[in-house]
């Protein structure tokens, strides 16, 4: 869900601005899954801005607090959810942790790094959601480590039915700043893109949800 209409409209924008998103539906972009995309996300490069970066640290505190999950330890999904959530950490004064995407093959083998203690309740921070399956499996390891995952934040979703699917099935809230709906009607509203596009950028996402 959305945390509120609001922030996901001025984060949408905010993430336009500096093309920590981009759109471009008549020159696609190829996705790592080999996927033809009018839409490229990189949202690291909101770190770069202290304004964003102080924006969407504050909005995650704040939802934190709006929701009353009153969490132990705030942890981040590698790599895009470490900066976020050291961020947020320091911010509430809470520890912070990460998940990585698999155990370490050597060492200690560890998947999640830092302190966490069976009992703590987590928030977890992550900067991107797709099908959910990758971000949903720190929640997998954090469980396996007694933790109580509280919810998960992050800046932006695709909205893809088959990742609030994922969510619902793991019982887990997930709490976005903006996602794909509100990018577009924002780069609409702003002229980044045209309605003619914004058809091409409305059928894309529908046939993401068919696959």
Same mark, same amino acid.
């Given at each position: 869900?959305?945390?509120r ?18 759109? +471009?539906?008549? $020159? ?14 990189d ?6 801005? !202290?304004?964003?970066?102080t ?16 969490? $132990? ?10 900066? &976020? ?16 995407? +698999?155990?370490?093959? !050597?060492?200690?083998?560890? &998947? ?5 203690? +069976? ?8 900067? *991107? ?5 990758? +971000? ?6 954090l469980?396996?480590?007694?933790? #109580? ?14 990742? #609030?699917l994922?969510? #619902? ?9 903006? $996602? ?17 596009? *914004? ?9 993401? $949800?068919?696959?």
């Open positions: 869900m959305i945390f209409e609001d922030i996901a409209l001025s984060v949408a924008e905010m993430l336009l601005k500096i093309k920590a998103v981009k759109l +471009s539906p008549n $020159d696609l972009f190829t996705w790592a899954s080999g996927i033809k995309s009018p839409i490229y996300t949202n690291r490069i909101t770190l770069s801005y !202290h304004g964003i970066r924006a969407i640290r504050q909005h995650f505190v704040d939802a934190v607090r709006y929701y009353n999950w009153e969490p $132990d330890v705030i942890v981040g999904v590698a790599t895009g959810g470490i900066p &976020q959530g050291a961020l947020v950490a320091q911010e509430l004064e809470l520890p912070f942790a990460y998940v990585r995407s +698999s155990k370490k093959d !050597h060492g200690l083998t560890n &998947q999640v790094e830092g302190e966490v203690r +069976s009992g703590q309740k987590a928030v977890i921070v992550e900067d *991107l959601i797709s099908t959910g399956s990758s +971000s949903l499996g720190a929640v997998g390891a469980k396996n480590a007694g933790c #109580q995952v509280k919810g998960m934040l992050a800046i932006f979703t695709y909205n893809l039915g088959i990742a #609030q994922n969510f #619902q099935n793991e019982a887990c809230p997930l709490v976005t700043l903006t $996602d794909y709906d509100h990018l577009i009607k924002k780069a609409l509203e702003i002229n980044y893109i045209t309605e003619k596009d *914004l058809g091409i950028l409305e059928e894309f996402k529908k046939g993401l $949800d068919k696959k």
